[in-house]
């Protein structure tokens, strides 16, 4: 993993020379792996926002349940961090092509951030990934096959043809910059914390890279004396069609197991082995985290609970880890005063087809009933 010299980042890495810069992940270069601004790839990256979840809180029972929302990221999820910061160093690097496994919001947003880096993409990705993702890297000239099988298959192909080919492997972790464009997530959440950690963060683990990442974050700001000691208890959200973290946690492993026949409405999370699992697993125990598996029902029902309470759209992954947060205040976990954030990975716009009920269909010539309850 990259690490940098902290005492002389700390010079000018500092809370008050923070709050003046631009509001993008950038403005943590300090702490990121390029060298030269000048290679910057940017579709202009915004700070996203941590929106209070005033009515659905209320509902659960948590009084400080909040979002964050990376649905409003390029590309439409927070895969553009990793991706701008990933492909902007392998860019600086000099690297021309790149190969990746995916299960479809990192090929689509690796693919959009190559195409404008000048590198070419060669992407596989299971064959039930979702349609819009398979679009996404075509529309940007990506070179796309689909595999019979899972992300873990898809990385076997990618493995076989970096092997043969020689060329960039940009597979979750198997390149150490993916992760430090992940980080910034932390740095952002830190900062509009007012420099301080929330209770609890609910992250939807797949690969867990997003998660690691937060943990990373928060361990280098501590280290530079930017912030106190304590951790926020990390839990990670998986589905129980693919929970090899929570089975691993639940036997106080340190790392997991192959989960056999994974499968998952919330696709992005639906990695049977993850190559991070024993970082995420000690995420978990240093931080007095724990794992917890939902069920595909309570997430759809989840996801269609926040757009009726709250107004948002969010993704299948995101609305897992607030089905997470009610089953863990039910159970006591939780408390009611806890300062409760959750990681919406990304927006729900790229999945109608989750979400999308049978609907009434209407000759011209008919007429509506409204019975209004204001
Ligand atoms: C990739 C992805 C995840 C899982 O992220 P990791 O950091 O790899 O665990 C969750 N949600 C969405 C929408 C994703 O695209």
């Not at 794992?291 to 996801?303: C, F, G, L, W």
Request: contains cysteine; hydrophobic residues 45%.
């Amino acid at each position: 993993m990259a690490r940098y010299d902290l005492l002389a980042a700390g010079k000018t890495f500092t809370r008050e020379s923070l709050a003046a810069r631009e509001p993008s992940l950038w403005r943590y270069s300090e702490l990121l792996p390029l060298r030269e601004t000048a290679n910057r790839i940017s579709f202009g990256e915004q700070l996203t926002p941590v929106v209070p979840m005033r009515a659905l809180g209320s509902a659960l029972g948590l009084d400080r349940l909040s979002l964050k929302d990376e649905g409003l990221l390029p590309t439409g999820s927070f895969k553009a961090r990793g991706a701008a910061v990933g492909i902007s160093r392998a860019r600086e690097l000099g690297v021309r092509a790149f190969a990746m496994p995916t299960n479809g919001n990192a090929g689509g947003a690796w693919a959009a951030y190559g195409t404008r880096a000048g590198i070419e993409a060669y992407i596989v990705m299971p064959k039930g990934a979702p349609a819009i993702n398979k679009v996404e890297c075509i529309v940007s000239g990506a070179h796309v096959w689909l595999v019979d099988g899972l992300i873990s298959d898809a990385g076997k192909i990618v493995a076989k043809a970096v092997a043969e080919y020689g060329i960039y492997d940009a597979s979750t972790l198997k390149e150490p910059y993916r992760i430090e464009g992940k980080k910034t997530l932390g740095f952002e959440l830190i900062e509009q914390f007012a420099w301080s950690v929330p209770d609890v963060i609910l992250y939807p683990t797949g690969g867990g890279v997003g998660l690691i990442g937060i943990y990373k974050a928060i361990r280098e700001l501590q280290a530079m004396g930017l912030l106190e000691e304590r951790l926020p208890r990390f839990v990670a959200v998986q589905a129980e069609g693919c929970a090899p973290i929570v089975r691993a946690f639940d036997a106080r492993q340190t790392e997991s197991t192959f989960w056999k026949d994974s499968q998952t409405v919330a696709f992005g999370i639906n990695v049977p082995k993850a190559l991070g699992d024993f970082l995420v697993l000690e995420a978990l125990y240093e931080s007095g985290g724990t794992a917890i598996a939902v069920d595909d029902s309570s997430i759809v029902a989840m996801q269609r609970r926040i757009g009726q309470a709250e107004g948002l759209f969010i993704c299948p992954e995101g609305a897992a880890t607030l089905a997470a947060a009610a089953e863990l205040r039910r159970r006591e976990w939780i408390a009611r005063h806890e300062r409760v954030l959750a990681i919406n990975t990304g927006t729900g716009l790229k999945y109608p087809d989750v979400t999308l009920p049978e609907l009434e269909l209407l000759q011209p010539d008919a007429t509506i009933r409204i019975e209004t309850h204001k």
